[in-house]
């Protein structure tokens, strides 16, 4: 912590995972340094349920016990790096300075990706193929021989999913698209059926 001060962060510390769950403000600019041995939730288990809730944060993480596994884990979490501890003060500053390079970007997407999900969560089930195959570059001629439906229908389960994403033309779908491929939301421009 006094590592993070001196590098001018504005530090704040919590005893838990669960007690950070709580305090966590996903709007905001921020990163968070881990230590996967914590009372209650692990470190791991923080990530994964951060992820689920598409909260991810730019975060490095720091264990005692840097077996293949947990550095595994902590990647496919969505850590951008991982040190063993004790933490050496150099290869410390550079993850920080990384993760806080990052910050405001991962608070983009985040903005981002929360109003995609909102918006695929309001397609009717058609509604939600047609979107499936438009982020694909499907045209709406496309899409109605796709699903089997006359054109003149799928102009409107098109025209309805472009309507719920406040865009002008399937070409923003796919901005969108683009605008989180490669980074930790990517996942959330792929319509999932509900089970």
Do not use: W
Not at 111 to 130: F, H, K, N, Y
Not at 162 to 171: M, Q, Y
């Amino acid at each position: 912590m006094r590592m993070l001060s001196q590098l001018g962060c504005d530090v704040v510390a919590y005893e838990s995972a669960e007690g950070f769950l709580q305090k966590l403000e996903p709007s905001l600019s921020q990163c968070l340094v881990l230590d996967l041995c914590l009372p209650g939730m692990s470190g791991i288990e923080l990530l994964a349920t951060m992820r689920d809730a598409r909260n991810i944060l730019p975060t490095v993480v720091l264990s005692c016990n840097d077996d293949v596994v947990s550095v595994v884990d902590s990647i496919q979490g969505g850590a951008i790096d991982f040190l063993p501890k004790p933490v050496e003060r150099e290869p410390f500053r550079q993850c920080v300075e990384k993760l806080l390079k990052c910050a405001p970007e991962f608070a983009a997407e985040r903005r981002i990706a929360t109003r995609v999900v909102e918006c695929i969560e309001r397609l009717s089930p058609r509604e939600c193929e047609a979107f499936t195959l438009l982020v694909d570059g499907k045209t709406p001629k496309q899409v109605a021989r796709a699903l089997g439906l006359r054109p003149r229908t799928a102009h409107i389960h098109c025209s309805n999913v472009l309507a719920k994403f406040s865009v002008e033309n399937p070409n923003d779908l796919l901005l969108l698209r683009a605008r989180l491929a490669g980074g930790p939301y990517a996942s959330s421009i792929a319509y999932r059926p509900q089970s």
